[in-house]
């Protein structure tokens, strides 16, 4: 088969790791592969299509903060990208996040419908069936409203709000295409397809995976040092819980500290280094020394608002730390008894009562286990998932 994988970036990032982790193994599988995406780098050893520049995405960004055009930009580039589609002629086009600054919708999804490409699209988060936002929730009559807060969110907007119209292109652009099949990480985000207008369409539920040949359980051996109480984002902000973790920070015994891996504002940054119980180390894309970090941990924080199905879970859990998170989006989609525990009250006070939860039950061994299921949401459990996928597309008619 020869696939086309489509995403915002290629390499970094959650979305941008599982992409290259499909590369990898199709590759191996003795498939035809290439990438193509908006924004970053990638090494010259993958075949690639870099579908923006860098000045297209800043006017792109532009359009997107005045106008509310996210999405809608980038008419030139992408007019070059559906060109080179249809000379690379693939036997599936593999979408995941759309949304990001690179690519004008409407173009790449008229080419599709017009040339009968058969077509996977996993959603990473909310963005493909919201007006605005790439996280929300359905209020008690499952409809879609758009709050002045949520335009300052990712995608922000600060000019007009055309929320409306964006709603409705979506909807006319997004809908009645023949061969198009979706794919979603978490139970959660199903459950919004299909109160959305995507519900007609087939949906398959496919856990991510990571790596387990880099994150895997080690000797977590603290000595006489403070244990770690960790957190990772690639950019940490509000819907991240970042100030849940300067709360926390200061109010934890003496024998705990935080660790924050990930990028921070300058703002943010500013207010880290007065948290003397805080260590924040930059992004970094080594992921070997990252499950290093994992590995040192006592417990893994994931105080995330909302949230599709964090790959950093599966990073912990993969290395043997046990997690507790909000029962936000699908975060809380794989925690177990013996994973870790998911606290109801989304505070400081309910984080704290987590702690001490998972103090006693590292005492009575529930966590003896963890990390030694080296299949479930590995890498390998999740490429055999899609190729099941992509060998079903690629024959029905």
């Known amino acids: 088969m020869k696939i086309l994988l489509i995403n915002t970036v290629a390499s970094s990032g959650s979305t941008g790791k599982i992409c290259m982790d499909l590369y990898n193994s199709l590759e191996q599988d003795g498939h035809e592969v290439c990438i193509a995406y908006g924004r970053n780098d990638l090494s010259e050893n993958f075949k690639q299509y870099k579908i923006e520049s860098k000045a297209g995405v800043y006017k792109h960004v532009f359009e997107s903060r005045v106008f509310d055009n996210s999405g809608l930009a980038s008419k030139k580039s992408t007019k070059k990208f559906v060109n080179f589609i249809k000379e690379y002629n693939p036997d599936i086009i593999h979408l995941h996040n759309l949304h990001g600054y690179y690519i004008n919708f409407p173009i790449l999804f008229n080419f599709i419908k017009k040339n009968h490409y058969k077509t996977i699209w996993t959603l990473h988060d909310c963005w493909p069936f919201s007006p605005h936002s790439a996280f929300f929730d359905f209020n008690d009559e499952n409809y879609i409203t758009v709050s002045r807060r949520e335009l300052k969110e990712y995608p922000k907007t600060w000019g007009l709000n055309r929320s409306d119209r964006n709603f409705e292109l979506k909807k006319k652009y997004f809908s009645n295409l023949k061969n198009l099949y979706l794919v979603t990480p978490s139970h959660w985000l199903a459950d919004g397809v299909k109160k959305s207008f995507l519900k007609t369409y087939p949906l398959k539920i496919i856990n991510n995976g990571v790596d387990r040949s880099i994150f895997y359980k080690g000797k977590n051996s603290t000595n006489n040092e403070k244990k770690v109480i960790l957190g990772v984002a690639n950019i940490w902000d509000d819907r991240k819980g970042?100030?849940?973790?300067?709360?926390?920070?200061?109010?934890?015994?003496?024998?705990?500290?935080?660790?924050?891996?990930?990028?921070?504002?300058?703002?943010?940054?500013?207010?880290?280094?007065?948290?003397?119980?805080?260590?924040?180390?930059?992004?970094?894309?080594?992921?070997?020394?990252?499950?290093?970090?994992?590995?040192?941990?006592?417990?893994?924080?994931?105080?995330?608002?909302?949230?599709?199905?964090?790959?950093?879970?599966?990073?912990?859990?993969?290395?043997?730390?046990?997690?507790?998170?909000?029962?936000?989006?699908?975060?809380?989609?794989?925690?177990?008894?013996?994973?870790?525990?998911?606290?109801?009250?989304?505070?400081?006070?309910?984080?704290?009562?987590?702690?001490?939860?998972?103090?006693?039950?590292?005492?009575?061994?529930?966590?003896?286990?963890?990390?030694?299921?080296?299949?479930?949401?590995?890498?390998?459990?999740?490429?055999d998932e899609y190729l099941n996928l992509y060998r079903k597309v690629s024959v029905d008619e």
């Open 242 to 383: 970042l100030n849940f973790f300067v709360n926390l920070s200061k109010k934890i015994d003496d024998s705990y500290k935080v660790v924050l891996v990930g990028k921070t504002s300058k703002k943010d940054k500013s207010t880290l280094k007065k948290c003397e119980n805080i260590e924040l180390i930059e992004q970094t894309e080594n992921q070997e020394s990252l499950a290093n970090i994992y590995r040192k941990a006592y417990v893994f924080i994931n105080p995330t608002l909302n949230d599709n199905f964090p790959t950093t879970n599966l990073e912990a859990l993969s290395c043997g730390i046990p997690i507790i998170t909000y029962d936000t989006g699908g975060s809380s989609e794989v925690i177990t008894e013996t994973t870790g525990i998911v606290v109801k009250e989304k505070n400081t006070e309910a984080l704290l009562r987590g702690i001490k939860t998972i103090e006693k039950k590292y005492e009575v061994g529930d966590f003896a286990r963890l990390g030694e299921n080296q299949y479930h949401y590995s890498k390998e459990m999740m490429f």
